[in-house]
Structure formats: C-alpha cells, structure tokens
Nanobody, 122 residues
Framework: QVQLVESGGGLVQAGGSLKLSCAAS????????MAWFRQAPGKERAFVAV????????FYADSVEGRFTISRDNAKNTVFLQMNSLKPEDTAVYYC???????????????WGQGTQVTVSS
C-alpha cells in the first residue's frame, strides 16, 4: 500500500522560509516522479513543482520559480520542497503526489498525501 506523509508546514512571516518533507512508502521510490501541489481556500489544486527519478530534472510553476526548490533523497524515500521568500499568496495546503509519468496535471498523479498547511502572514 502506497503511503505519502507530508510534514514541515506551519506559520511564517512574509519573506521567511519553510522546508516541507514527504516520506513515501509502499513503492519503488526511485522509479516514480514526485510532485508538490497546493490548494488555497476556494481554489482548485494547483501544480507547484515536479522532480524526476534521479533528481536531475525539475520543473516549477511560474509563481514559485526562483523561490522554491524541489529535491529528493532516494536513499530515504523522501522528497523535499524548500520554500524561500514566502508571500501571503503562498498560503495553502501543500500536497505531495507521485506518478509513473511526468506531468503537471493533478489527474496525472495516482497517490497523494494528506497535506500540510502553510500559512504566510503579511
């Protein structure tokens, strides 16, 4: 059974940083693409970033490019999202997800974590 567990969310002031983690189990981690999505109140779930099997390929939403960094540790079955220069509009529940194919659409991803809340105060 595939399980994804996010951690690291919290409350931070604008301009601050947070690092999210997502621990995966029940899958051959180094053969799956990993992504982060976020969902703000009243909005649809939105793509944030995706990383390839080895970590050598990454892609970001325009809204986070240059501020967020996705990475993975295949030895620990964990994917990370380092978030710097946070803005109030980054406030959302952040989800990690996994797929056997590369993509930015939520329905491309088979498994999801429960989410972790990130709140950025102004």
């Amino acid at each position: 059974q595939v399980q994804l567990v996010e951690s690291g969310g919290g409350l931070v002031q604008a301009g601050g940083s947070l690092k999210l983690s997502c621990a995966a189990s029940g899958l051959r981690f180094n053969r799956y693409y990993m992504a982060w999505f976020r969902q703000a109140p009243g909005k649809e779930r939105a793509f944030v970033a995706v990383i390839g099997w080895s970590g050598g390929s990454t892609f970001y939403a325009d809204s986070v490019e240059g501020r967020f960094t996705i990475s993975r540790d295949n030895a620990k079955n964990t994917v990370f999202l380092q978030m710097n220069s946070l803005k109030p509009e980054d406030t959302a529940v952040y989800y990690c997800a996994t797929s056997g194919t590369w993509g930015t659409l939520a329905n491309n991803y088979n498994y999801w974590g429960q989410g972790t809340q990130v709140t950025v105060s102004s």
